[in-house]
């Protein structure tokens, strides 16, 4: 049996507390378990908070004194003594000495050809044949109008010497002696006439045997046998090329003129090379012959002139080779690696390493370099120590491991 004081206690408290804002207590044994995960949660996110909220400091830098004792590692080359050629390169031609179109001096007909397409041929050579038969005919009435002739002078002047004795006997008037002299001189007048149509005759027999005016190869046959050419003809019959020897003309800028032109005046033989087009293989080697005499004012360049011997034909009419064209040579020059050369605003320098393995910043002026070398013309003296490898890294005073040959 219930007891009516409770229920009425219980129905007091329904009355004074609404449904929804009652909270259930819950029991001591789930509150022990819900305890050490709500710690650990609590301990996370306050360590999250903390470590935005008190970003890491970094490191402390290292003072100048610090950074100046550390060695920076460098390789280092020592400043030589030695001759240095300057050289210069530039972008040649091949021409040859002389390309001649041999054309027929005479017209007629091709009847023989002496020549094979690629041959080398001399000077003085014959090439080819016109047909000659014309010419022959020509010829052979110019020397029987010329003997006709010359028995009339013959003639003539007998009878000049039997006037002249007759004179001198009284037994001739002068002027028929006179006449006699006039008709001499007029036949030695026909005479001569006859004697050049001769030689005229005999000149264009001569050019139908056509030569080669000069020593070279012979190029692709122009005109096949038995055609009918005419002189002067604009082609020709055949290009001969001379290749032995050949030059190569190539620009040089006008700064190189006054240093090549003290080696030519003083006499010099300038040497020059002759590369394929690539740079790598050496084709032939010869001589600086001559200089043009004016400057292009276009490109500020002039024409210089090689000549090679061309005994092997490895440089051919018309083709492009590297020119390395020995200008000066610098005797007793102070020579380092071009990889030590550093640019500044100020111009070239380089890193000097001291005694005690101290770098300074040394200014010089420099030659062209050449290859991997340079000549120093002023600021170094040989024997002195220069960075090569490594000088990206360092400053005025800077410490450094130096290790030689890097």
Not at 294 to 309: W, Y
Not at 327 to 344: C, D, N, R, S
Request: aromatic share 6%; with cysteine; proline share 7%.
């Amino acid at each position: 049996m219930k007891d009516p004081a409770a229920e009425s206690v219980h129905h007091a408290d329904a009355v004074t507390v609404p449904r929804d804002m009652a909270a259930p207590v819950p029991p001591r044994r789930a509150l022990s378990r819900f305890w050490p995960a709500a710690l650990l949660a609590f301990l996370i996110i306050g360590g999250l908070a903390w470590h935005v909220l008190n970003p890491a400091a970094p490191p402390p830098a290292a003072s100048p004194a610090e950074s100046t004792a550390r060695p920076v590692p460098v390789g280092v080359a020592a400043a030589v003594t030695g001759d240095f050629g300057i050289t210069i390169q530039a972008l040649g031609t091949v021409t040859p000495i002389a390309t001649v179109s041999v054309a027929a001096e005479v017209s007629g007909k091709l009847v023989k050809i002496f020549y094979e397409e690629g041959q080398m041929v001399k000077a003085g050579d014959v090439l080819a044949e016109i047909d000659p038969r014309p010419y022959e005919n020509t010829l052979h009435q110019a020397q029987g109008q010329l003997l006709r002739d010359q028995a009339l002078l013959d003639n003539a002047r007998i009878d000049l010497e039997r006037y002249r004795r007759l004179v001198k006997q009284d037994s001739a008037p002068r002027q028929q002696l006179d006449t006699q002299d006039s008709l001499v001189h007029q036949d030695e007048g026909t005479v001569k006439i006859d004697q050049a149509a001769v030689d005229s005759a005999q000149l264009n027999l001569d050019y139908c045997t056509i030569k080669a005016p000069v020593t070279g190869r012979v190029g692709l046959r122009l005109v096949d046998l038995g055609n009918y050419v005419s002189a002067g003809g604009t082609n020709g019959i055949i290009v001969i090329t001379q290749l032995q020897p050949v030059t190569v003309i190539f620009p040089v800028a006008e700064d190189h003129l006054p240093a090549v032109m003290k080696q030519i005046l003083a006499g010099t033989k300038l040497p020059v090379e002759a590369y394929d087009r690539s740079g790598d293989t050496l084709l032939a080697k010869g001589f600086l012959a001559t200089v043009d005499n004016q400057v292009d004012p276009t490109t500020g360049t002039v024409k210089f002139k090689a000549q090679f011997d061309n005994h092997d034909l490895s440089l051919f009419p018309n083709q492009f080779v590297n020119v390395h064209l020995l200008a000066e040579t610098l005797h007793g020059a102070t020579i380092i690696p071009a990889a030590a050369v550093q640019y500044g605003p100020a111009g070239e320098f380089v890193f000097v390493v001291s005694g005690d393995d101290i770098v300074s910043m040394r200014p010089v002026t420099l030659s062209p370099a050449e290859g991997d070398k340079v000549a120093v013309l002023s600021g170094l003296a040989p024997g002195m120590r220069v960075v090569t490898a490594g000088a990206d890294r360092l400053r005025d005073g800077a410490k450094v491991k130096a290790s030689e040959g890097r």
